[in-house]
């Protein structure tokens, strides 16, 4: 099936069912704020290699974590581990790109682009961070997208075995308090330990953001004390 050619000035996406078998849908556009809030609105992301057309992409199935299936934890008193939100965004978006940026990925990975586009979204209350910390070390996180009460996990962050998880783990109970259904993962790449995730068809994941997407956002940053 042939991909669509975005405009340079209309931020709409063709809807996702007209993506090909392996998930693309489209390529070209930009990375503005508005373009990025339309795709993860539209059940679209974007994904491409250093040096190419930005693709986008809604792959069937979907991976996502259900708020509902995520059970309580306990702190990690002994280590003095805590979680916040909102904090550090700069600083963990930096430290994933440090990360990420390395081999056997790319040093343009997360590009200055991409960076400048999530700061813009968290300007506009649209990005959000998790920040997991042992003692006054950021030891993990994850940073991503929330449109209505639904979040998409952009990179995750753990400078040891459980500090990734933990922060998906702490987030999602959170964004249940707060009547999120889902973290959307995309495609799983890496293991999330005992957070049970689910693989779900596009269609079930279209209607899933059609039902949440225009819920009132939660005030911006967000508060571990939030409710709503």
């Not at 975005?6 to 063709?14: A, C, Q, V």
């Not at 990375?31 to 974007?46: H, T």
């Not at 008193?77 to 990420?100: G, S, Y």
């Not at 070390?137 to 075995?161: P, Q, T």
Request: with cysteine; charged share 25%.
């Amino acid at each position: 099936m042939p991909f669509f050619q975005l405009s340079e000035t209309d931020k709409n996406f063709p809807p996702a069912h007209f993506a090909d078998q392996e998930g693309m849908i489209a390529v070209g556009g930009d990375l503005s704020p508005e373009r990025l809030i339309n795709a993860y609105g539209s059940g679209i992301y974007f994904w491409f290699g250093p040096m190419d057309l930005i693709k986008w992409w809604s792959p069937d199935p979907r991976v996502v974590l259900f708020t509902a299936d995520v059970l309580e934890s306990e702190l990690d008193t002994e280590n003095q581990r805590h979680f916040t939100l909102d904090e550090w965004f700069e600083p963990l978006m930096r430290a994933c790109q440090e990360v990420q940026n390395k081999k056997p990925m790319n040093e343009y990975w997360i590009t200055e682009e991409m960076a400048g586009s999530y700061l813009g979204l968290f300007e506009q209350g649209k990005a959000h961070s998790a920040e997991v910390w042992e003692g006054e070390n950021l030891i993990g996180g994850v940073f991503g997208i929330s449109v209505g009460r639904l979040f998409f996990a952009e990179y995750l962050l753990g400078k040891d075995i459980l500090a990734d998880t933990y922060a998906l783990q702490n987030l999602a109970l959170w964004l249940k308090k707060n009547h999120f259904i889902f973290i959307d993962l995309q495609k799983i790449t890496e293991d999330l330990g005992e957070i049970e995730i689910s693989e779900i068809s596009r269609l079930e994941f279209l209607d899933l953001i059609t039902k949440n997407k225009e819920k009132q956002d939660l005030p911006h940053p967000w508060k571990l004390t939030s409710s709503s």
